[in-house]
């Protein structure tokens, strides 16, 4: 009697097994041709001129943020398999760019709420004008994807070069709280020299420690998100660096041997991209970007931002904030230096980078 039950145990487990290992097999047959073009097919056939891809990475809120589509992140990717060089330069949401009426940080809500896939497009077009290239391909990816991705890997190592403090960091699902106050106090509040003062439950206080630190996620998304820290931490160029510190640990962490040979991991990043990215990376040119970042994996990262500069360092940018606000909606935006829709120090500065590197600015003419 006992030999039957244990019997009959084995059988259960046997076919639990069974489908555990079909479920696996069905859901491995999609990516089949992934894998095997992976593995055994060296060619790169992506969209290159003269070994060089440009790329536009993209990153949302999503969810329950507040402007859900409105792109938070903006950098510009320049990849060079020829001098193996990677040229990162991330642009200011708050440019004002005249063709859209509105900042670029509104180009692909706006496209997306004309027609599905409509934000790529117009996000392209308008980054497109102000750097001076062509955009071969666009990457969109909102942070609940890019905190899955993260954690999925098992964080990433991340060296702080200076301690970062931020008091206004805001915290999700707080964007319209009151704060105790009642809503005919509003316009009275509006008055107020800061939305941290006026409405302090809406925020939180970050600090990450110099030094060099393990970050999950949620930690990373952090890092990269600051824009009010103290001190140097709080311009647009330092984010910049943070930025670039977060890609690259994460594409050293990709192509590392635990996570390209872990068949369950690349199934499980693919299932996160799936439901978090919006590209116009055709899904048979996947296994081309892996092979494409493999060759560049030790390639040389420089990064930098296009900004109004840094007085107190005697450093010029190649923006600046206009005095009146009234031919722009009403919003605090900056433009380029040259002139409200002047693109062109911003080209050459761009060129410059791409083909040459550590390009300064040059002085601003006087007017």
């Not at 903006?74 to 009426?101: H, Q």
């Not at 006026?198 to 110099?210: G, I, S, V």
């Amino acid at each position: 009697m006992a030999r039957r039950k244990k019997n009959k145990y084995l059988f259960i487990a046997f076919l639990v097994s069974i489908v555990i290992v079909g479920a696996f097999v069905i859901r491995t047959a999609s990516l089949f041709p992934f894998f095997f073009q992976l593995f055994f097919n060296r060619d790169i056939k992506l969209k290159q001129v003269d070994s060089s891809l440009n790329i536009l990475l993209l990153g949302i809120g999503g969810g329950v943020h507040d402007g859900p589509n409105l792109t938070d992140t903006i950098i510009f990717a320049s990849l060079n398999s020829k001098t193996n060089k990677i040229t990162l330069i991330s642009v200011p949401r708050d440019l004002w760019v005249p063709d859209l009426k509105g900042k670029i940080n509104t180009a692909y809500s706006y496209g997306e709420s004309k027609k599905k896939g409509g934000g790529l497009i117009l996000s392209k077009a308008a980054v497109s004008k102000v750097v001076g290239k062509p955009i071969d391909y666009v990457v969109r990816i909102d942070f609940d994807g890019f905190v899955k991705a993260i954690n999925l890997i098992g964080g990433l190592d991340i060296n702080v070069d200076r301690t970062l403090d931020d008091y206004e960091y805001p915290i999700e699902g707080k964007e319209n709280d009151l704060c105790g106050h009642k809503e005919e106090e509003l316009e009275e509040l509006a008055t107020a020299s800061s939305q941290l003062e006026a409405f302090p439950c809406r925020y939180q206080h970050l600090r990450f420690d110099k030094g060099a630190q393990r970050m999950d996620g949620k930690s990373a998304l952090e890092f990269v998100r600051s824009r009010h820290a103290k001190g140097e931490e709080g311009s647009d160029f330092a984010r910049s660096k943070r930025q670039t510190k977060v890609i690259t640990a994460f594409k050293d962490k990709i192509f590392s041997v635990d996570t390209l040979f872990n068949p369950g991991k690349i199934i499980s990043l693919y299932d996160v991209l799936q439901t978090s990215i919006d590209t116009n990376i055709k899904q048979d040119e996947f296994d081309d970007f892996i092979r494409l970042a493999e060759k560049m994996k030790k390639g040389k990262i420089e990064s930098t931002v296009i900004d109004t500069g840094d007085a107190s360092k005697k450093r010029e940018g190649l923006l600046a904030i206009p005095e009146s606000i009234a031919d722009y909606d009403l919003q605090w935006v900056v433009v380029p230096r040259a002139g409200n829709g002047d693109f062109s120090e911003i080209q050459k500065y761009v060129d410059c980078e791409i083909n040459v590197g550590n390009c300064a600015v040059s002085k601003a003419a006087d007017n």
